[in-house]
């Protein structure tokens, strides 16, 4: 009887050592992981970010989406750079991220000008789109945080797992769901939705909000409706607020006169008094020192969602495919 209930214990408590062990892995991430091996490194991805932004600024907002699709999709592992080959299902051509997600072209650029003055395969895919969508924040105006570094690459794409991506028609109770399932807050969600203070989105994306909703503005409405029509013209784009190429309050701003363009974006603000999301858009629409504090705490959340650390995956020689 003892000797079973000291077994029991121990299955549980051993079990219990061990988990703890795996759920703080994470904190093995650092923000000076890179600095003895390749200084140059993040100067490196700077230079190649703020040169595509330069030459186009939607760039900067297609790499910031780049990183938080690779992180709600089985963690920040670079698996949504891998492409079809034999075992690895893409997960570029998923529903979420087919015709939709970009900047795969700029990846490959920044890998090859950091492999090169690294002198060889340093630096891991995940750690480059972490480091790139913060580059692209500063470069359109927002705030800058210090990025954790010492991720490491899939060896696996997870094509069966990008339903755990957020859809643009969920709800308000959905969207906390699914964040809370990242292990990322109320909080979180609000100033990371923040991040459709730039870039754009496709038609098909918002035009059962603009047609079929009731918290939306009706003259916005009627002038999304010009560019998204009933039918047709589902890649036709708009911006996801009005100075899409600066990060900005102006997102929030929006959201309180009910010009939202997503219908997942409307959710965070009904005007329902004592809401939650309510006040924080409130709150982030008037105060930009309060959202950019708020938006790089939740982006180093965000980017420490279950990484491969130490001898987990590899180091990709080419982010487009596994080690061979
Ligand atoms: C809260 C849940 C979210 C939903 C439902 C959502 C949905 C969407 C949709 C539908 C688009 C347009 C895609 C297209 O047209 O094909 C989009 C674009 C974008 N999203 Fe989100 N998103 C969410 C959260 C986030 C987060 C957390 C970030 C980053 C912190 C982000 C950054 C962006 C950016 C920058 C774009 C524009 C990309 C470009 O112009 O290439 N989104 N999002
Ligand atoms: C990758 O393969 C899947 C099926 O295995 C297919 O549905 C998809 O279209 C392919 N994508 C590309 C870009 O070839
Ligand atoms: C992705 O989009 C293309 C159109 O560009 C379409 O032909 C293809 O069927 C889509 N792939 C999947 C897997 O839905
Ligand atoms: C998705 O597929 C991978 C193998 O490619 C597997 O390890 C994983 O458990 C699958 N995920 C789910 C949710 O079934
Ligand atoms: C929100 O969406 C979920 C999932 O689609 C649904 O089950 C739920 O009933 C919806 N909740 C409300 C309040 O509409």
């Given amino acids: 009887m003892a000797y079973y209930s000291r077994r029991l214990f121990c299955f549980l408590l051993c079990n219990m050592v061990a988990l703890a062990f795996i759920a703080s892995s994470h904190a093995n991430l650092s923000p000076t992981f890179y600095d003895k091996v390749c200084p140059q490194a993040l100067p490196t991805i700077k230079k190649t970010v703020e040169a595509a932004v330069k030459k186009e600024s939607r760039m900067g907002a297609s790499l910031l989406r780049l990183h938080f699709h690779d992180c709600f999709v089985h963690g920040c592992d670079a698996s949504i750079l891998l492409d079809n080959a034999t ?19 700029v990846v490959d650029q920044i890998k090859a000008a950091v492999d090169k003055v690294c002198g060889g395969p340093v630096v891991s895919c995940a750690d480059i789109l972490a480091v790139a969508a913060r580059d692209s924040v500063v470069a359109l105006g927002g705030p800058t945080w210090q990025v954790q570094l010492g991720r490491r690459d899939s060896s696996s794409a997870y094509a069966n797992e990008t339903t755990d991506l957020p859809g643009p028609a969920s709800n308000l109770s959905a969207l906390i769901t699914n964040f809370n399932k990242h292990g990322l807050n109320v909080r979180d969600l609000v100033a990371l939705s923040g991040g459709h203070t730039i870039g754009l989105a496709r038609c098909t ?22 560019i998204c029509p009933q039918s047709g013209g589902d890649n036709n784009l708009a911006p996801l607020d009005h100075t899409a190429s600066l990060f900005d309050t102006v997102y929030f701003k929006n959201l309180l006169k009910r010009k939202g363009l997503l219908h997942s974006d409307q959710e965070l603000f009904n005007g329902a008094a004592g809401s939650t999301t309510n006040s924080l858009v409130k709150t982030y629409s008037s105060n930009f020192g309060a959202f950019a504090s708020d938006f790089a705490n939740s982006m180093i959340k965000m980017g420490n969602i279950r990484p491969l650390t130490g001898k987990q995956g590899q180091v990709r020689v080419n982010c487009r495919k596994v080690n061979s």
């Fill in 87 to 105: 075992g690895i299902q893409t997960e570029k051509t998923t529903p979420p991220n087919n015709n939709s997600v970009r900047g795969y072209g």
């Fill in 205 to 226: 994306t918002f035009r059962s909000h603009i047609y079929n909703d009731i918290n939306i503005h009706p003259s916005f409405a009627r002038n999304r409706q010009a």
